[in-house]
Every structure is written in structure tokens, then in C-alpha cells.
């Protein structure tokens, strides 16, 4: 059951662009959604996350858009680099209930020179 | 800085052994997860432990089975290994529910079962 759907599979971007990557989600009680970059060779490491109560969020050239009434939210980059190639997880967690995270199934990021 | 260890990055084992995977972290994290992580299916939750010796199982369980008699250590255990098992497996860990949650990941083990 995937209660967490990611968009797209791969993505390929020249450097400065903007990369986007989509998640929407079934669950209503979800409450919290983190992104997740893995480097090869490397487990996932958090990299923004976002809670319902606010449309967006932004650290650094990340920023996490997020629709409640649609159930979606959304990953930017801004003014991408060659160093941003990695493999982007959203997940979903209800917090309040417990602290599983239900992952996306990743999107593959190559920023090229 | 947090540190999840696991005890092997490649292993291959053949069908029918029974397999042994150990993760241990450093930070004195009360949960502790094992996940497995497939092209095109991203990661899924194995098993998860909040306390030792305590566990529940996650989305796909059949075929493994864990193991926590210490806070540092949590241990996935394939009884009898097969084909499909071939996988990446990720320890993670990370505090109680809170401001800021996040799972810390280990740098996974290749398991290819032949």
C-alpha cells in the first residue's frame, strides 16, 4: 500500500535550474514531512522537513512547498548545482501516534555542468 | 555528531542460511529501525524497536525477525535467506517524537543472496 506517492523517477537539470520533485499522500493524520537526500554510497540524511501548519518552508536553496487541502507537497531547488545530484525521499510521519516514517520511492537528481 | 554503524557494506550469503545483520548507534537513541530499500520502491519499514527488548513489526516483516537486548544495538535476522532478500539494508535511529524528529541513517549493507 503506498500511502505516499513521489513524482518524478529521474530528473535531469542543467545547473542554475530548478529542479521539482512532487509528493501527495493518502493519509489525513499525517503531521509532519521531511525530505531525505542520499548521496551514493550513503544512507539518507534529513534535509528539510515541514509541518501542515505552514504553506512553506525554505533553508538555504530548499524550500518545501505544501498543499494541505490537496494533500501534496513539493520539493525546489534553487540555482541548482552539480553537488545537488543525489536521490531525494519525501516521507510522512504522524508524530503524535508514533515515529514511523512512510518514504516516497525516490527521485533520482543529476544537476549537469 | 550521531553515528549508526552497521557490521557489513557487502555480504553474500546463499539461500537458506541464516543471516545476521548488526547496527549499533552512539547517541543513546531510544528507537531503532531496519529498513530495506529496492529501485522504484524507495525505503520500507522492516521492523522498529522504541525500547530494548521491545518491537513491532513494520510494513514488510515476513521472513525477518530482530533482535534488541542492548539500547545501542538492534539486530535483523533473516532465518532462512532467500533470493528475494537480495536488497540494501538501512539501520536508522533517532529520539522520541519531538520538535525537529529526524531518523539518522546508517550507510547500509548490500545483501545478495544467491
Known amino acids: 500500500q503506498q500511502q505516499v506517492k513521489q513524482s518524478p523517477q529521474s530528473l535531469i537539470v542543467q545547473k542554475g535550474g530548478i529542479p521539482i520533485i512532487n509528493c501527495a499522500y493518502e493519509n489525513t493524520a499525517f503531521d509532519y514531512f521531511p525530505w531525505y537526500q542520499q548521496f551514493p554510497g550513503k544512507g539518507p540524511a534529513l534535509l528539510i522537513a515541514i509541518r501542515p501548519d505552514v504553506s512553506e518552508k525554505k533553508e538555504g536553496r530548499f524550500t518545501i512547498s505544501f498543499n494541505k487541502s490537496a494533500k501534496q507537497f513539493s520539493l525546489h531547488i534553487m540555482d541548482s548545482q552539480p553537488g545537488d545530484s543525489a536521490t531525494y525521499f519525501c516521507?510522512?510521519?504522524?508524530?503524535?501516534?508514533?515515529?514511523?516514517?512512510?518514504f516516497g520511492t525516490g527521485t533520482r537528481l543529476t544537476i549537469i555542468p | 555528531d550521531v553515528k549508526v554503524t552497521q557490521s557489513s557494506r557487502y555480504l553474500v550469503k546463499r539461500t537458506g542460511e541464516k543471516v545476521f545483520l548488526e547496527c549499533v548507534q552512539d547517541m543513546d537513541h531510544e528507537n531503532m529501525f531496519w529498513y530495506r530499500q529496492d529501485p522504484g520502491l524507495g525505503l520500507r519499514l522492516i521492523y522498529f524497536?522504541?525500547?530494548?527488548?521491545?518491537?513491532e513489526k513494520g510494513d514488510i516483516p515476513e521472513g525477518y525477525s530482530v533482535s534488541r537486548e542492548k539500547k545501542e544495538r538492534f539486530s535483523l535476522i533473516l532465518e532462512s535467506a532467500s533470493t528475494n532478500q537480495t536488497s540494501m539494508y538501512l539501520c536508522a535511529s533517532s529520539l522520541p517524537r519531538g520538535p525537529g524528529y529526524e531518523q539518522y541513517f546508517g550507510p547500509g549493507t548490500r545483501l545478495t543472496v544467491t
Open positions: 516521507a510522512a510521519s504522524n508524530l503524535i501516534g508514533n515515529e514511523k516514517l512512510t
Open positions: 524497536s522504541y525500547d530494548v527488548k521491545m518491537k
